[in-house]
């Protein structure tokens, strides 16, 4: 029996109003194997023998937010909370969506279709498991292991593949053998699939504790091929997989891959595309790239501080870590508390003033002027005051007769 935390705590009403009604509830999922896992949880799911229409009687605020397929979004609290009901699932037609979903009574018909064994585990309001499926002992094994017969899981949605490697690099577990081979023989499926639902799992396969082990599968069973552009790559692959440190976030996830694929900050930008990146995460990775390619040749000066900003500079200073370069975040720190401007916004000079004193017409030549008065005060050679910089450019581009 488990001890149930805070947001399980939370949601019991939920459980409790289901159960008052005449329905099963349990907590379902991904909570559940995290918690037998002592890890943070993130969202609690509950699965209910209630259909859809039945739970919004029992709760006065829901939301249909994927009633087509048995979930309903309770509001209660302050807090959210998809309800879905226990349903099993025909044929899959596009390997992503089931052609019929039905809705049944039996928990153990719901947990069949879920992918992994350790994630086809329940939790009633008291902290018992019910494990049809023995994903308890795959935990204590560290194994991923797909639900019944693995062919069949990935038929119903290819994108379990993606997902069974990105456990593997998340969990720091090892692939049963039999699902492993199911990922080989069929991961030319992986084509059918949004390249946005194959990023969000490349990016946690990125992120993983165990992303040597995990990068190291996706690449043996050669899901790679099918991932914008890292088909010509495997060998780059290889060397990133040997990389030794913690990843926190997808800027340098990105960065780092585009640096060890020797992407130059054009090329980055077609790839990242590919991915179908915001352009704020292109713009951003970028940046990174260009800040890391200088940071590896020398330390951060103020014009590439200024223009990279704080964050993903010590981000870049993380990367230099990662590629075995000694770090100075203090130094980093420190330089950019001293720049005297931190936007061009800032600048106690605009284009009005710059026209006057020179007695022209707007032009290119303006742009021009601004940026070199911004380079010359991060370099001090001019102090940030409006008098100061009138002088500086006067005296520098004197005035013809």
């Known amino acids: 029996m488990i001890l149930l935390d805070h947001q399980f705590k ?19 999922g991904g909570s559940v194997r995290d918690t037998l896992l002592n890890k943070p949880i993130n969202d609690v799911d509950i699965a209910t023998s209630a259909k859809p229409n039945e739970i919004k009687k029992i709760f006065q605020k829901t939301v249909d937010i994927g009633i087509e397929h048995g979930t309903v979004m309770v509001l209660w609290k302050d807090e959210t909370y998809e309800i879905t009901t226990f349903r099993t699932e025909s044929t899959y037609q596009d390997f992503r969506r089931p052609d019929n979903v039905e809705f049944v009574r039996s928990l153990k018909e719901d947990l069949k279709r879920r992918d992994f064994t ?14 049809y499926f023995n994903g308890q002992k795959d935990i204590e094994k560290k194994l991923i292991q797909a639900v019944g017969i693995p062919e069949e899981r990935f038929f119903e949605d290819a994108l379990r593949m993606m997902r069974g490697v990105r456990f593997v690099s998340q969990l720091n577990f090892d692939m049963e053998t039999e699902t492993e081979r199911a990922i080989q023989k069929h991961h030319a499926l992986l084509e059918k699939i949004a390249v946005e639902r194959i990023q969000v799992e490349f990016l946690k396969l990125l992120q993983g504790s165990g992303r040597q082990k995990g990068l190291e599968l996706f690449i043996q069973t050669n899901l790679y091929s099918y991932c914008p552009g890292l088909n010509k790559h495997k060998g ?6 040997q990389l030794d440190c913690s990843i926190d976030n997808s800027l340098i996830a990105w960065t780092l891959l585009l640096h060890f ?38 330390p951060f000066d103020r014009q590439v501080l200024y223009q990279t900003g704080l964050e993903i500079a010590l981000d870049v200073e993380t990367m230099i870590g990662c590629l075995g370069f000694a770090v100075d975040v203090e130094a980093v720190k420190k330089m950019y508390e001293e720049l005297p401007i931190y936007t061009k916004n800032e ?9 006057t004193v020179l007695n022209q017409k707007p032009g290119k030549w303006l742009g021009e002027l601004m940026t070199e008065i911004e380079s010359a005060i991060l370099k001090n050679e001019v102090s940030n005051e409006s008098q100061e910089l009138l002088k500086w450019v006067t005296n520098r581009y004197k005035l013809e007769d």
């Not at 949601?11 to 907590?27: H, M, S, T, V």
């Not at 694929?261 to 595309?273: G, P």
Request: aromatic letters at 8%; hydrophobic letters at 45%; glycine letters at 4%.
């Open 10 to 28: 939370q949601a019991l009403p939920i459980i409790d109003k289901i159960e008052e009604a005449g329905y099963e509830a349990y907590f379902v």
């Open 118 to 131: 350790i994630n086809a585990l329940a939790m009633n309001r008291n902290g018992e498991i019910i494990d």
């Open 236 to 241: 780059e692959l290889k060397n990133f997989a």
């Open 261 to 298: 694929l020797k992407k130059t900050t054009d090329e980055a930008e077609a790839f990242l595309r590919g991915w179908k990146c915001s352009k704020k995460e292109m713009t951003q990775v970028k940046l990174a790239l260009f800040a890391l390619n200088h940071r590896l040749k020398k």
């Open 347 to 355: 600048m106690k000079i605009n284009g009005n003033d710059l026209q």
